[in-house]
Every structure is written in C-alpha cells, then in structure tokens.
C-alpha cells in the first residue's frame, strides 16, 4: 500500500504548497501583478515562530499566533512602503514586480546578515510519529496535520471572502478595483487587508515547511517558485485553481519522487506546468481574457 | 590591482552583453522574462565542450554557444509564446529551471552539478570588449531597423500591431531567438572568464538578475540597461570585502529607484548628445525662469 502512502503525502505537501498559492493568487487577484516578496513573508513567520520557541519559551500555539501576525503585519508594512508610492504613481504593474523582487533580495538577507545563513530546525513541538491508517497505509501524524490545518484555513478564507463585508468587497476588487473604489470601498484599507491576509497564509505554510524541511533565509524563493507554478496551472488570480494547482503539485512531486527519482522531481513539476499552458494558456481555471480594441 | 581592474571591467562587458539580450526581449518588444540564465547556460556549456574536449577555436565556440542558445529559444519561443502577461512570465521561469535541471542531470556530457572545470581561460579583456562593441553596435542596428519598429509596435499595442498586418507572434519569437542568442554569447564569454561552470550559476537568482538591470535602467534604452549593468555590477563588486551585506545593498539600491524613479534611470530615453544637451539646457531654462520670475516680483 506503498502508493496510499505516497498519495498522503503529496496532498499534504500540496495543501501547504496550496496557503502559499492562495495568498499569492489574492494579491494578483486585486493588483494584477505577481507579487515576488510572498516568499520573505513566510520566512519572517517561520523565524518568528522559531525564536518564540527558542528564546522567549513560549508554546507552539502562541508562538504559531505571533508568527501568523508578525508576517501579515510585516507583509501590509511591505506594500505600505514599497507597493504603494508606486502603485499610486503610475498603472503598470511591472514595476511593482520588480520592486517585489527586491523587497524579497532584501528580507532575504536581512536575516542572511542580522542571524546567518545557517540551517535551524524547529525544536520538536508537532508530532512526528507514524499513524497507521486503518491498516491501510503508515503515514506520520505531521503530515495529517498539515494537511487538516491547511483544510482548516482554506475554509477560514474561504468563509471570510464569502461571509464578510470585507470579503464582498475583495472579491468586488478582484472583478475590478478601480470600480470597487468608486462604489465606495477604502481601496488602501483593502488592499491592506488582502496582504495582511496573504502574510498570515504564508506563514501558516511557513511553519509547516520549517518543521517538515529546515529553516533557512533562502526557503522562501524555493518554495515560493513552486506556489507560483502552482497558481499558473490553476489559472491566476482564481483561488479554487491556486488550491487544485497546488495539490496537483503535491502530488506530482511525491509520486515523482517515490516512484522514479528524486532528481527528476522538478523536471515533472516544470513539464507539467509548460504542458498545462500549451493546452491551457490561461491555466485550468483562469479567466480567458480577451483583449479589448 | 590592475589585474582585478581588468577582470571587474571583463565582467561587465559579460553582463552588459546579457543585458543586451534581455534588453530586446523586455525592453523593446515588451515580454518579461525569467529564464534567460537558461540560455547564459547553454552558451556557457556549449563553449565550455568545445573548447575542452573537441579543442576548437574559442572565437567559434563562442559563436556555436550563441547560435545553440538562439536555436533552442526559437523552438521553445514557438509554442510558449503565445502566452501573454504573467503566465510567460511564470512559463519563463520553468522553462529556465528546466534548462538548468537538465544540465545537472545529464552526467555524462555536463559533469552534473558538480560543474565544469578546467576551461581554457580565452576571454580576455580585450576580447569581451570587442564582443560587446561589435554587439551592442548591432542591437542599435537591430533596434533601429524595421524589425525594431516591429518590436516596438508589438510592445505598444498589441492587437493593433497585429491589425496593421505585423506577424505578431513571428516577431515575439525573433526577439527572443536574438536575445538568445545575445545571452548565449555573454554565457560562453562567462565560461572564458570563470574556466568554470556549474549549474546554479544561471539559476532563478541570475535570471532575475538580468531582467532587474534591464527595468532599473530603463525599458526601451539599450544605454539605460548598459548603465544599469554597469551600476548593478559595480555595486555588487566594490562591496564584496563587506560580501555580507552586498546583496542587502544591492536589493535595497533596486527598491529605492524604482520606488522613487518606476520608468528607471534613462526612461526610454537614449544616451546621446541631444539627450545630454536637453538636460543642461533644461536645467539652464529652469534657472532662467527663476531668475525672471523672482525679479518680476522684486520689480
């Protein structure tokens, strides 16, 4: 029952793969550019949970809360100051790709230069042992929870866009910002609100991906280069495709890895995304959108 | 000394030549790229071959290096260029990565990860710069040309380039057939300069490289992206005895001009005479006016 295993597996790195995807999709969603710095966002959560662990001795579920807030904060002070003299400043959202790309240089090694580049691992706080499924499959109880807690959270979302003033209005924005705006909507508190959001996903994901691997300043562009693939198969800006995207990733990654070779493991990843768009230019779910004369 | 002179300023025409490239591709025909390391890596590896096992000419190798890189953007230009916006982007950045990935895996002619030593150190410094005349010369040409109006046009607007009769997805394709072919020629002078290749030399970090000192020196300006190869590397280079914080530096420099210049140093403006003049004379007008206006007031 080796590939119930394997399938356990890969969804659960997909649904963190997926809190990644989700908060880089809602960001494009409103300002229609691929936001480079997501990465940096969860690396700040990820070291935040771990000196709450180390050094200031709380418990996971405190220290898990301060890193979901310090990254979302960290994440609305980034767009506070980098995004939106710009986005102010002139339409194309270009420039605000390159700004993010600098932004995610810079958290990058801020903690290259302030704590070093080294490998840390979080002190053992999520259970790591082997559940036996029904007799079915052995899996270890970390990746369970992962994968429930990233279900967990993607339901929050989900409930949050669709139950809240805030929601209707993000998913105004996502139709057309400009509109939203016009209609009455604070677009600066929104769009605040969209990467306060974004943070809190990526450092959901971040923890998880510290705990499963290690922790290093670097993580963040791996990762992230993944959650990006992820969103494009699913079709940008679409939150259900970042989702399904995201566990075809997962999935595509284990099986890969079990099953063939773990050096071959990213070849497929890439393969699947080029073969996607050649069918499917505008990914799985994402609006065709066609250009106006 | 002089020696480390020689090598910043060999290194800066390698990076001048790939901004060059990237230039064409982001700057004129307006496709943003993040796999052009890619291409840096199969001219790199293919000079590197060359030269090493089958003992050709360097000038040949490095010319074979652009010709493989140009071919191989061509092929993939054609079906992944039909995407637009950031899904290219994003098909980009795989397409780079799988490049890449394909060299570390494929031992027996690349060596695998481990990299690729021992190679003839031919790029002297007078040799990158002959290069990087001769082809920054002809991307003016090219630039100027009526494929350079064709780029541009496909930049500008799109479906009306394609109204007016422009083969729009030929010319996307040519562009980064070119560029290709400019990345690959800045990769195999690369391999001269290091005699040294390894993979993760041209990974995602150097593709994002090379496109962040094309826009922060101005999309459209072949001198702007020469001056933001220039700063960009110089940056990275007098820092190096503090190498901790040099790559701090270097993305805080990007974050700061482009928040408070987005359009990059030059604009779309070139470096010429003209544009020179314009800017003293603009400055001399202003003073002028100051003049007249503050003594209008005291009159």
Same mark, same amino acid.
């Given at each position: 029952m080796d590939i119930i295993q394997q399938l356990i597996n890969g969804l659960s790195v997909g649904s963190v793969y997926a809190l990644i995807a989700v908060g880089y999709s809602l960001v494009y969603s409103v300002l229609l550019f691929s936001n480079f710095a997501h990465g940096g966002f969860l690396v700040i959560g990820g070291y935040i949970c771990y000196f709450a662990l180390?050094?200031?001795?709380?418990?996971i579920y405190m220290a898990s809360f301060a890193a979901l807030i310090g990254a979302g904060l960290s994440a609305v002070l980034v767009e506070r100051v980098a995004y939106r003299p710009i986005r102010e400043r002139t339409p194309i959202t270009l420039y605000l790709l390159i700004v993010s790309m600098g932004i995610s240089i810079v958290i990058e090694n801020i903690f290259v230069v302030t704590i070093g580049g080294r490998f840390r691992a979080l002190p053992p706080v999520i259970p790591m042992d082997p559940v036996n499924l029904f007799g079915f499959a052995t899996t270890s109880a970390f990746d369970l929870l992962s994968l429930l807690t990233a279900v967990v959270f993607l339901i929050g979302l989900q409930l949050f866009l669709v139950k809240t003033k805030w929601g209707l209005a993000i998913r105004a924005a996502s139709y057309n910002l400009k509109t939203a705006g016009l209609m009455g909507v604070n677009v600066n508190r929104l769009i605040g609100i969209v990467f306060f959001v974004a943070g809190l996903l990526a450092a959901v994901g971040g923890i998880f991906l510290s705990a499963r691997y290690t922790l290093y300043p670097q993580l963040g562009s791996t990762i992230t280069t993944k959650a990006f693939v992820a969103a494009v198969i699913g079709g940008l800006g679409s939150l259900p495709g970042a989702v399904i995207g995201s566990l075809i990733l997962g999935l595509a990654e284990m099986l890969t890895a079990g099953f063939i070779s773990s050096q071959f493991r990213d070849l497929v990843v890439f393969a699947i995304l080029i073969l996607t768009l050649i069918m499917r230019p505008t990914g799985l779910f994402g609006k065709s959108v066609g250009e106006k004369v | 000394m002089q020696g480390y002179v020689a090598g910043i300023i060999t290194l800066l025409a390698i990076n001048c030549i790939a901004a060059l490239g990237v230039s064409l591709f982001t700057g004129f025909t307006g496709i943003f790229t993040l796999g052009h390391a890619g291409y840096m890596a199969i001219g790199a590896y293919t000079a590197a071959i060359l030269t090493f096992k089958y003992s050709v000419h360097f000038i040949p190798a490095i010319i074979c290096g652009g010709l493989l890189a140009m071919i191989v953007a061509y092929l993939i230009g054609i079906p992944t260029l039909k995407l637009v916006g950031d899904y290219y982007t994003i098909a980009s950045l795989g397409l780079g990565e799988a490049i890449r990935l394909i060299i570390e895996n494929w =031992?027996?002619? *690349?060596?695998?990860?481990r990299g690729f030593p021992g190679i003839a150190p031919y790029t002297s410094l007078p040799v990158a710069l002959v290069f990087l005349i001769i082809m920054a010369v002809a991307m003016f040409f090219i630039v100027n040309s009526s494929y350079g109006r064709a780029f541009k046009a496909c930049r500008d607007d799109y479906v009306a380039a394609s109204l007016l009769g422009f083969n729009t997805a030929h010319y996307r394709v040519l562009s980064l057939a070119v560029s290709g072919f400019y990345c690959g020629v800045s990769g195999a002078l690369l391999a001269g300069f290091m005699s040294f290749v390894q993979p993760v030399m041209f990974d995602m970090a150097k593709s994002t490289e090379l496109v962040s000192v094309v826009v922060f020196g101005g999309l459209g300006s072949i001198s702007g992206s020469l001056i933001g190869a220039t700063i960009l590397t110089l940056v990275t280079e007098l820092f190096r005895p503090i190498s901790q914080y040099r790559m701090l530096i270097y993305g805080l420099v990007l974050v700061f001009v482009m928040v408070f210049r987005?359009?990059?140093?030059?604009? *779309?403006? =070139?470096?010429?005479l003209n544009y020179i003049k314009n800017i003293f004379s603009a400055k001399k007008k202003a003073s002028e006016f100051d003049r007249r206006t503050t003594d209008d007031c005291a009159s």
């Open positions: 180390r050094s200031w001795g709380m418990n | =031992e027996s002619v *690349t060596r695998g990860a987005p359009e990059g140093i030059m604009g *779309t403006n =070139e470096l010429t």
